[in-house]
């Protein structure tokens, strides 16, 4: 009997140690992450400065794992403190937007009319900024629930310097927390311009933009959750080259219409271009780690 409790707490262990939550510091540094979902495909024209240690706005790889019924996602690399905004629209629950149509927060309807790949349809969208604004170093986030048309806004929520740091937004539309941790330390990565990214120094980041959201905010998925990321403009309607999944080497900024040019509105069509520009995490079903358990148990008991 003795050696059967000592077996199960240490099935027990192993498996806490195994789902073992990432901590949201902005850094994918020893929290267990994996291996990149997506990695960027195309040099950034959002102010990278050709590699000069510009911290402009680049995406580098993007990293995710479901533990502790929270979504955990990384996105390496820099997000340029001038209110650019780092768009993350998220398909997890059923139904959903294949155009997009804006909740009504922060100018985002400039995107109304965008349309998504094929397999890909919005249920959230988190918008996250920095800047300096009046002498006054922040970091804004919006969370929409874009099936309701509803959205809450949580302002100049992070500690440190005010654009970096760690810190959770209250509840509104999220019924729980949501974690933020920023570190825009980045100097490496991809470089300025229109070419093929370098995989390998885009992999080598581990710091940029972390959150952690309740599944019990995502529909409580269970099954895949498409992830899409791009930076766009302060207003919502300059679209950078800078998306997770990739686009193709030797693609430039967007805009509004798809080709660079600025139109005052951004109803970019995905669906032009190659590849589908969303990566997908797996929730892992609830009764995996029970079953996992129950097996090396009945090894201990035959054993025993």
Sequence with gaps: MRKFLLGA???????????????????????????????????????????????????????????????????????????????????????????YLSAGNDN?????????????????????????????????????????GTFSSYQDMLSASGQDGTGSTGTGVNGSPIEVGSDNSNIAGIIGGTGAANTANALAVTTGLEFSIALSDLGLPAGDINIMAFVNNGDHNYVSNQVLGGLAAGTGNLGGDGAGGFTGTAPIDWTSFAGDQYFTVTVPEPTSLALIGLAGLGLLRRRG
């Design 108 to 148: 985002t309807a400039n995107m109304n009319g965008m349309t998504f790949d094929a397999g890909f349809t919005a249920d959230y969208h988190l918008v996250a900024r920095r800047g300096n604004d009046f002498g006054n170093d922040k970091f804004d986030l919006d969370w929409a629930d874009l099936q309701a």
């Design 9 to 99: 707490a240490s099935i027990a262990a192993l498996s806490v140690a195994a789902n073992a939550a990432p901590v949201v510091d902005g850094s994918i540094s020893g929290d267990g992450y994996g291996a990149a979902l997506a990695v960027q495909t195309v040099q950034t024209q959002f102010g990278d400065q050709d590699g000069l240690g510009g911290n402009g706005s680049e995406l580098d790889a993007g990293y995710a794992t479901v533990s502790g019924g929270r979504l955990y996602l990384t996105l390496t690399g820099n997000l340029e403190g001038n209110f650019n905004k780092l768009e993350i629209l998220i398909d997890s629950a059923a139904g959903g937007q294949s155009s």
